[in-house]
């Protein structure tokens, strides 16, 4: 089997879970988009999950991102791929990040909203890109500061920074499971914090949330953006997480 037959294979696979878990939640398909994360993955594969139809892609290491989305522009000119970054991102490397990234699903803090506003500034001037830069928040369900996210009860605040950043565009939330905790009960808090977004947000409506093991939870609690690694392109062993 040639590599792009087996990522058809996984695709395939892929949004027939997809389907099935929005056609069980009542939701139309169109509600849900698919994320492929090619993160550890060669710049070969996201150019041919590109010519299956995917559209967006997401990484997690800004210097891998970079050196892939370049790559890929020139093994596919016209893909079209939307980047996203859903990795926790340190300010030193905004300027970088705003370079490839169409979108940071990891923005947690004031700190980085003001480095990443300042970045996409700079880039402006520099030429380097024209849009805003679509961000999300993400959250953390457990409270655990290592895994990253802004806490709930600092979602208002940090929202209405990243509204005041001319440069930046904000779309909504993002959050990983906790690990070991109930996922359902998880996405049911992240949806309701989305809810309450919205009434001083309202294009603020994205809600990420899903990986592979978890993503027909997270679309039954809401979830308008999955992200798939694993189900996808295969594992990636115990080396990169
Ligand atoms: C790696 C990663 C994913 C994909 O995880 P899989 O379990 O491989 O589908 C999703 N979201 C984030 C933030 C990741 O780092």
Known sequence: M???????EALAAVEDRVARACAAAGRPREAVRLL????????????????????????????????????VASLRPDSGLRWHMVGRL???????????????????????AGALAKA?????DAGERESALDVLIQVSLDDDPERGGCPLNELGRLAERITREGDLSLRGLMAVAPLGGDPAEAFERLARAGDSLRVDHPNAGEVS???????????THG???????????????????
């Open 36 to 71: 492929a994360v090619t993160k550890t993955f060669p710049a070969s594969d996201a150019a041919l999950l590109a010519d299956l139809g995917v559209r967006d892609v997401a990484e997690n290491r800004d210097q891998e991102a970079g050196e892939k989305a370049a790559e």
């Open 209 to 219: 949330a899903g990986m592979s093991n978890d993503l027909e939870q997270a679309i």
């Open 120 to 124: 996409v500034r700079a880039a402006r």
């Open 90 to 112: 340190q300010r030193n490397k905004a300027r970088s990040v705003v370079r490839w990234a169409d979108e940071v699903q990891s923005v947690d803090s004031e700190r980085l």
């Open 2 to 8: 040639t590599r792009r037959d087996e990522l058809a």
């Open 223 to 241: 979830s308008t953006c999955v992200r798939v690694g694993t189900a996808l392109l295969g594992g990636r062993g115990l080396a990169s997480p």
